[in-house]
C-alpha cells in the first residue's frame, strides 16, 4: 500500500497546530469582551467549525465581543491552556475534561454542553487475521494518548475480555501514539488493528483497505456516548455569565444548523480545512464521517460517569478515588 500523499500531508499538518487561526470583529481593542475557544480539526468537532464559519457563534454573541480560535491535536494541551488562562472554553473528549476537572480539586473546570456522541471505531489492518476478540493475543493494536477516550475504551475492552496489554503481564501489544502515527503505521502494516476516531476510522477504512470491527457506540448503553464535549475556565464563566449563555445558545443552533443541512456542513467544514492546511479531504470520507457520528448537544452525563469509573479502574484517576460533583454547570450558580 501506498499512502495517499495528498490526505496524509494534510492531515499529518494538523499535529503541528498549536496556533490562533483566526480572529473576528477586526475591530478588537483592549475595553472590549473577548472568548477565546479551543478546538480540533476532525469532524468531531463540526460544532465550533460550522458555527465560525456560518457566523452563528459571532452573530450570536454580538459586535462587542471577539471571538479568537484556537487549533490543537490533543486533549491534554488544551487542559493545560485552559489551566495556563490562555483559553477560556475548549471542545475535548470525556478523558481530559474530567482530568481537568479533578486536577483543579472541582473547581476549575466545568462542563457546559455536549458535542458529538459516537463516532470511534475499531479498524483492522487488511493483512491481519482478527475477526473476534479472541484473536487480540499477541496482536498489535494502536490507540492515540494514553488516557484519551479511545485508548481507555480499548483497555476497557481488553479487561472485560479477560485479556491485558503486554506492559500489564499480558499478551496484547497496545501503542499509544498521535492519529497520523498511527496512520503510519498502518500503511506499512506495522499494526494489527487501530481503535482510533473519526474520520481516521474512516480513512483507514476508505483509502487503505481496513476492516471496520465494530463502531464503539454498539458497546455503550443505548448505543451512546459523550465523545466531545463542551468545556469552560469556572473563573472565567463567573465573570462572563451572559458570554457563556450566549455561547451556548448558539452552539445549539449550530447543532441544529448541521443536523438540519448536513451536505451544507460536510462542505463547509472542507472548505475550512483546505483553508486553514492548504488541503481538503475527499467528499465521500467526510460525508461518512459526520454519518457516523451524531451531533448533539446532550452531554449524555451518564456516559461521563461510566467512563470515569473506567478511567478509574485503569488507574488514570489517581491513587484516592475521584468526585466529579460540580462538573456540570448550572446556569443557577452564576445568576445574580
Known sequence: MKIRSAIYIGIVTITAISIVVAMYHSSYSGSENRIRVAFFLNVGHAVPIIGTETGIFSNGLGNQTVIETKLFDSGPQVIESLFANSIDIAYVGPGPAINGFLKSENKGIKILSGAASGGASFIVHPDSSISTVKDFPGKRIAAPQIGNSQDVSL??????????????????????????????????????????????????????????????????????????????????????????QNWISSHMETVDRINSNPNESELIFNQFLKKTLGKSLPDQIVSESLANLEITSDPISNSIYIFAERADSLGYLGRHGYDLEGIFYDAKETEP
Open 155 to 244: 483497555r476497557t475492552y481488553l479487561s472485560e475480555n479477560g485479556l491485558k496489554p503486554a506492559e500489564k503481564g499480558g499478551s496484547v501489544v497496545v501503542f499509544n501514539i498521535a492519529n497520523p502515527d498511527i496512520y503510519t503505521l498502518f500503511v506499512k502494516g506495522e499494526i494489527d488493528a487501530a481503535w482510533v476516531p473519526e474520520p481516521w476510522a474512516t480513512i483507514l477504512v476508505n483509502e487503505l483497505g481496513g476492516k471496520r470491527l465494530f463502531y464503539e457506540e454498539e458497546l455503550w448503553p443505548d448505543k451512546q456516548f459523550a465523545s466531545v464535549l463542551l468545556i469552560g475556565r469556572s473563573d472565567f464563566i463567573e465573570k462572563h455569565p451572559q458570554i457563556i
